[in-house]
């Protein structure tokens, strides 16, 4: 059989060396997809007429893109409309993408997570004389956190995989490095079979630290 | 001092508030009693403003307010004055007991964090939980949760204590270690208004009863007055059926 094992170790190493922008691209792309979408997802909770819908259009625009086409949108065609943008650097671009389409999934996941908690949650806070901004970030927020929590996993575990497709706009990561060296070698399985463990790695990885993250936000509700 | 004027709610086109007036002087215990759906839990909630009314004037303490025009910032001067003890408890989920009570000493009042702990050890111990401070609510009975409820609502010194059916989530053996609670607020004074269907309880520790029905007040007075020798038809089918199922829970008991 046409298999290598002795190179795939080999060029581990060399595809490895790219995971730091890999994890840059996904962490970065994760903490602006975190707070756009926790606004978007405060404003649709929100009863303020107008605004509401505002929120409900920008969840539908940015679910309803394919990835890809919004990354091609931001990078070759913002530029076209505002030429100061074509400055731009592609890894700029593939963040404010990423950003984008994953804090549409969150606002809705996020919302899911605040209507679960217990209405009586905030009543209590205000018969004890709080002010909403006070009880959401000290008892709604934290509570909704735990149970927003597998769901926000199960998108950043998705934007991991998606950051590959950052290689269309010029960006050397992990699939793109993978691709430089297949195209170079000719020796696609072992190559493309080295860069998706890696990112198998990544996701085991990710999915401990969640555990743990679970475990910790969940300590005050146990009994 | 809690005065409220000609207050009137609605849920779509049912009403549940009727041109309500009610006088509750400071240091007064008032027990309100009556049928599921009467609107007693909401005439309640309408004093913290946790229910919307649709008209009338609410005064409590110093803080006089329309309900049909108030900004935010009205009702949050108006809940300042008044703590609330809820059916279901209602304790931060994600806090323990000690954080529950001076979490708003803490936020609200800016209370240094020392001061504030001191506090709420004393209300705890008062309420006969030092030894739970550190534990989370889910960890404890539902009759310690209302009491770490009850030292919450004391922390903030309210004008007034509301207290919305606080025994009707409890198991029967855990329902008198709050009413034990409630009964020594009683004697200092604490001025308390008592959603129950706890009719020996309202006739113990209440200075005033009022019986509600249909969203109207139907009648007020002593407890002797209301509960022991009631004239109104309305009041007495109720006792009546308050008492038969007392009754009842007592021969399920015996047999």
Redesign the interface.
Known sequence: MNFDLQYMLEISLQIAKFIPITLVLAIISMVLAIIIGLVVALIKNSNIFGITHLAGLYISLFRGMPTLVLLFIIYYGLPQLFPSLSTMEALTAAIIGFSLKESSYLAEIFRAGLNSV?K??M??????????V?IYS??IL??AALNALPATGNTFISLIKETSLAFTLGITELFAEGKMIASANMRFFETYLVVGLIYWLLVILYSWIQKYLEIWLS????? | MIKVRNLTKHFDDKQVLNDINLDIRTGEVVAIIGPSGSGKSTLLRCLNLLEKPNSGTIEIKDVKLDTQKYKERDAYQLRQQTAMVFQHYNLFKNKTALRNVIESLLVSKKMKKEEAIQIGVDLLKRVGLEKQAKQYPATLSGGQQQRVSIARALAVKPHAILFDEPTSALDPELVNEVLQVIRELAKDDTTMVIVTHEMQFAKEVADHVIFMADGHIIEQGTPEQVIEHSLNPRTQRFLRQMGDETDGAARQKRM
């Open positions: 217990d009586g949650q009543e209590a806070g205000l018969a004890t004389g709080m002010k909403r006070q000290r008892i934290p509570q300590k005050p509700l146990r009994r």
